[in-house]
């Protein structure tokens, strides 16, 4: 996977675990019921028990997508900790894990602003040589 990749799916991180727990809900739904009268979850019963289970693993797997999205932010916390220059770092955590707009990361580093993206780009750079050598899931 290509830094620029790597730096979009941060980027998109909130979206797509939002869609996540939709469809984590929706499943739920489907896999219990709630009980108006007695307030409480009651698991679903139902005839074809395989069915049923089906139900219940493609909940499981849902949730299990939810839990490696959220270890994203502590993944890319310790790659960008890896480069070697401490601005490329600062750089990509302000603008991919703080989600902050460009002013205000040329505000915070006391740079011009083509310096800030040079900066940026440089940083992008070096993350792609330390992602060269990883094996990340798409």
Sequence with gaps: MTAKAYLRKLDDLDMV???????YDEQLTRCTK???EL????VKTSRDLKKQEEENVKLAL???EIDELMKLP?????????????RHCAILTYRHLGGLAWK?????????ESWTYELYNRAVDALDEILKDRSLPE
Aim: glycine content about 2%.
């Design 17 to 23: 675990i939002a869609a996540k727990q939709l469809l």
């Design 34 to 36: 709630v009980n108006k």
């Design 39 to 42: 307030e409480q979850v009651s």
């Design 62 to 64: 849902i949730g299990q």
């Design 74 to 86: 502590d993944e890319a916390r310790a790659l960008f900790d890896q480069l070697e220059d401490n």
């Design 104 to 112: 205000e990361i040329k505000r915070l580093m006391l740079y011009e």
